[in-house]
């Protein structure tokens, strides 16, 4: 056959591919109703690309191949989740479940333990997809759990997530959220895919699921073996009685829900399901790290609520963490940034739950000693989950004859303080905070963190080099770092734009929260939860520094904040060096801003001071009190003329008559339950 022969073959075979495939595409994502299996489709997409590749002129302007390759190319914008995407609790064994248990209990003040499913915990990345009118329309990754990246042409490749929503109940609008995960074997045959061409070989299928789903090139993400397991609703139009027909209707819609899921009454159902789960693990097909308990009734689901980013109604129930041995060969100590030291282990590089480690905890010194950890030893290490490895325990019968025991260090290895073992602790500590450099590099490193002042373009690695250089000492120093402009400009990877980034950002942050600087400042214990607790009370920081000062019972009087949060507080403000810095850092140019209560309109409840009392018939007192502070209201323990309400509920007591003294307004739980 002559040239322009063999050409014209070809130019009918893929305009016939082009068509077919097409075809296919549209019967299987739009229409749902594919003619081929996934292998058969494969085969005629390689076979269309690779006679584009050999004759590029003949490629239609419609080729399939172009949509997934070419054309679009990621970008991932950062979207806000309208309903935002929890995370869940742990618990390791049969009494952290009672005690899952008793707190829903006693939340709902009842003494029936609510139906709970049980649902494999698959061990992937989530994701939530947003449908509407029935059409995929947007699919975000989790991100921080407010705000996620928009991933929709990747998800758009996985073949098990329908484009399009099957059956007759189909809401308006409705975001699936499940995990985006890889087959056992798929997972195999993918490294050893990459193995072969000299690509990047994955530790474990949640890596690989991660990187795939964060892969700028759809093409690639097209190949990868992804698949969807759908597991919760987010932003809804309709609503459902129970958890149980959720998954029922998105399995009707056409996704994949695990079948492994059992609705259970009680403690002991409960734990036989997790025996049962826990053995038939490896038999599966998809990698899983524990169990999720859900409440069945979302009436009670939305009754429980949520603490901090969790759901009271949902726990993770993790299997236990896998366990390897190797050989400790020395042990170094490190300086945390509240000055706590901690011993860590260097260890001969070991496989442990899919990532090599080479550094595992050994907490403190009692830890050691309490284990006869002795350097050289042979030991076992454990990784659960995305915890930091320990090192467990000591293999005796492998112990040589030349292992050393560890002299734990007297004085501070960064500035040669002598270390203090606070009593009751098991931690030493360095207590010359301000002038030990490691605490510095820490405090900064945690200060332009996201929680914190939250500086673009300044992470560990430029502070390293900004301290190496002599740029910075101090966390304070960070804000005059525009002094230093033009030496970081000549510094090798810095460009005028970057640089510019860099100091806008910090020009920015100047005017920070207060509950950010108060977290800022590096008090052992508070976080930025815990420092916007205290934004709240005192509103402004000189009031904050004043009270704090003036009466320890000003900090342990609210709500969250014991004697050890309240003590490590007072001691911030007790000496001079951290005055100073602290003085410094202002006299710097931040201005921490007066803290406003996000608005609560004007329910009954806003801003009064509430006091409960007695036994409430409805509801636990952690619900009462939710209920209140959602509505403005501030609960406090005891009664004074400060007080606006005391809700009285059955048997109360003292408190009752002294709001009668008081002449405070006394509501029963009927009023109460009207109000809110
Ligand atoms: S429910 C509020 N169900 O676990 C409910 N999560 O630590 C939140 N996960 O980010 C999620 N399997 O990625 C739920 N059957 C399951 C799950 C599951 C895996 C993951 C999910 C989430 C994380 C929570």
Not at 501 to 512: D, G, L, Q, R
Request: glycine content about 8%.
């Amino acid at each position: 056959m002559d040239l322009f022969g063999a050409d014209n073959e070809v130019e009918k075979r893929i305009l016939k591919l082009t068509e077919e495939v097409n075809r296919h595409n549209s019967l299987y994502h739009t229409e749902d109703s594919p003619e081929i299996s996934d292998s058969e489709y494969d085969k005629l997409f390689h076979e269309l690309r690779e006679l584009e590749e050999k004759y590029p002129h003949l490629k239609q302007a419609n080729s399939p191949t172009q949509k997934v390759g070419g054309a679009i190319k990621n970008v991932f914008k950062s979207v806000e989740h309208k309903v935002p995407m929890l995370s869940l609790g742990n618990c390791f064994n049969e009494e952290d479940v009672q005690d899952f248990l008793d707190r829903i209990k006693r939340f709902l003040n009842t003494d029936k333990t609510p139906k709970i499913v049980a649902e494999p915990k698959i061990d992937g990345v989530s994701c939530s997809i947003r449908y509407e009118n029935g059409k995929l329309t947007q699919a975000l990754t989790r991100g921080d759990g407010k705000v996620g990246e928009d991933v929709t042409n990747n998800i758009k490749t996985i073949r098990n997530v329908p484009h399009v929503l099957q059956g007759k109940n189909i809401p308006d609008f409705v975001e699936v959220r499940g995990e985006i995960y890889m087959q056992d074997g798929d997972f195999e045959a993918l490294n050893n895919t990459q193995a072969e061409k000299g690509g990047k070989v994955f530790a474990n299928s949640r890596n690989a699921t991660a990187g795939t789903v964060r892969q700028l090139n759809p093409e690639i993400v097209a190949e990868r073996p992804l698949k969807f397991f759908a597991y919760a609703l987010g932003d809804k139009s309709q609503t459902y009685a129970s958890h149980k027909e959720e998954l029922n209707n998105m399995n009707a819609w056409g996704f994949h829900v695990v079948e492994e899921v059992a609705v259970l009454d009680g403690l002991n159902a409960i734990m036989e399901n997790y025996k049962a789960l826990h053995e038939k693990r490896v038999k599966l097909g998809y990698p899983i790290d524990g169990i999720v308990y859900k409440v069945n009734d979302i009436e009670l689901q939305k009754r429980l609520g949520f603490v901090a980013r969790a759901p009271r109604w949902a726990i993770a129930h993790k299997f236990p963490a896998e366990q390897v041995t190797t050989v400790l060969k020395s042990i170094e100590v490190q300086v945390g940034r509240t000055g706590n030291i901690t011993p860590v282990a260097k260890l001969e590089p070991v496989a442990v739950g899919g990532v090599i480690v080479s550094n595992a905890t050994l907490h403190n010194e009692d830890y050691i000693k309490e284990r006869d950890i002795r350097i050289g030893d042979t030991v076992f290490v454990e990784r659960a989950g995305d915890v930091i490895p320990k090192v467990v325990s000591v293999v005796e019968s492998k112990r040589l004859s030349d292992a050393v025991k560890f002299d734990f260090p007297k004085q501070c290895p960064s500035c040669g303080h002598d270390i203090v073992r606070v009593d009751g602790e098991a931690a030493y500590k360095c207590i010359n905070h301000t002038a030990c450099p490691a605490q510095q590099r820490e405090q900064m490193v945690h200060v332009v963190s996201k929680n914190v002042f939250d500086i673009d373009g300044l992470g560990p690695k430029q502070i390293d080099l900004f301290l190496e250089k002599g740029f910075i000492q101090d966390w304070a120093d960070i804000f005059t770092l525009e002094n230093y402009k033009e030496e970081i400009l000549a510094l090798k990877g810095f460009k005028e734009k970057s640089v510019d980034n860099i100091m806008s950002s910090i020009e920015k942050a100047k005017n920070v929260t207060l509950p950010r600087f108060i977290a800022a400042l590096g008090v052992d214990m508070v976080g930025i939860q815990v420092a916007t607790l205290l934004a709240e009370r005192f509103g402004d920081f000189e009031n904050f520094k004043q009270l704090a000062l003036d009466d320890i019972q000003n900090l342990t009087d609210i709500d969250g904040i014991g004697l050890v949060i309240a003590e490590n507080i007072q001691s911030v403000f007790m000496y001079d060096d951290s005055l100073k810095l602290i003085q410094k850092v202002l006299d710097n140019g931040v201005k921490p801003q007066i803290y406003q209560a996000p608005a609560v309109g004007d329910s009954f409840f806003a801003g009064t001071t509430v006091v409960i009392t007695g036994t409430l018939m409805s509801m636990g007192r952690s619900e009462a009190k939710e209920k209140i502070a959602q509505l403005g209201g501030k609960v406090s323990s005891s009664v004074s003329a400060k007080t606006d309400f005391v809700i009285a509920g059955e048997a109360a007591g003292s408190k009752l008559k002294k709001a009668q003294e008081f002449g405070v307004k006394v509501l029963t739980e009927e009023e109460f339950l009207k109000f809110i």
